[in-house]
């Protein structure tokens, strides 16, 4: 049987001296899950719309949860963060954090809220025990 644990991970906003960005960080959580997923090319990724963004075109799918509603987007794990012509975000210097993210089959979650500044990480406990591990994830910085 598989074990599966969850973790908080506090993500430090970028202060100029260093630290990664949110997103930065959020890879670094991805590329350590990602031999944890049999389905690393077909993954899931919820934006939310609360950020102001334009998005074109009528085609992609909402997410509606009670007060949030997020942009479903659908990719390569490698994907992150890069939402291609769909959104435009003059209104942003770079691209926001998913609020969710997980693979076609289910084997990990991650979640971060808008504010505060955290993420929460379900998955295999080896892949947490890495996450926990990895000083990049703690610090923001690698």
Not at 15 to 41: C, R
Request: hydrophobic letters at 40%; one cysteine or more; charged letters at 25%.
């Amino acid at each position: 049987m598989k074990t599966t644990l969850a973790v908080r991970r506090t993500l430090l906003p970028p202060t100029g001296d260093g630290y990664l960005t949110e997103i930065d960080q959020f890879k670094i959580v991805a590329e350590i899950l990602a031999s944890d997923t049999s389905t690393p090319d077909d993954c899931f990724f919820c934006l939310w719309d609360g950020w102001g963004w334009d998005v074109i075109g009528d085609e992609l799918p909402m997410v509606k949860i009670p007060n949030r509603d997020y942009w479903l987007f659908r990719g390569a794990l490698t994907d992150l963060g890069d939402w291609g012509s769909a959104v435009k975000t003059e209104r942003y210097e770079t691209v926001q954090n998913p609020a969710f993210m997980w693979p076609a089959d289910h084997a990990w979650c991650v979640t971060g809220v808008v504010d505060p500044h955290f993420a929460v990480i379900a998955g295999p406990a080896e892949a947490i025990d890495l996450i926990i591990a990895d000083s990049s994830t703690r610090r923001g910085s690698r």
